[in-house]
């Protein structure tokens, strides 16, 4: 099984900083990506970053050129450092891990897993 802790959730300004971690724990090969989602009230949940365990990343556009995905893969750790909040950007915030869980003798089967949850509220 494996879990996910995520923390650095709260509430900011228009214009402020904050910054998430999701740290993954439990029985588990490797990572093979992590990343961060959202879900606003009466919206659908939406990718906002992603990052394999190589580095490649991807963002959604609305968040492009102010966000900032990063993984500490020693420490099975993603951070979403999220600079020039705008109120739109308001939502829970969710982590994913899609990790390596079990071997065949041939192949790695892989399982996404998902965090609780951290609110993020932008608001003056």
């Known amino acids: 099984q494996v879990q996910l802790v995520e923390s650095g959730g709260g509430l900011v300004q228009p214009g402020g900083s904050l910054r998430l971690s999701c740290a993954a724990s439990g029985t588990f090969f490797s990572i093979n990506a992590m990343g961060w989602y959202r879900q606003a009230p009466g919206k659908q949940r939406e990718l906002v970053a992603t990052?394999?365990?190589?580095?490649?990343?991807d963002y959604v556009d609305s968040v492009k050129g102010r966000f900032a995905i990063s993984l500490e893969n020693g420490k099975n750790t993603v951070y979403l450092q999220m600079n020039s909040l705008k109120p739109e950007d308001t939502a829970v915030y969710y982590c994913?891990?899609?990790?390596?869980?079990?071997?065949?003798?041939?192949?790695?089967?892989?399982?996404?897993?998902w965090g609780q949850g951290t609110q993020v509220t932008v608001s003056s």
């Open positions: 994913n891990a899609n990790v390596k869980t079990s071997y065949s003798g041939r192949y790695y089967y892989s399982r996404d897993y």
């Open positions: 990052i394999s365990s190589g580095g490649s990343t």
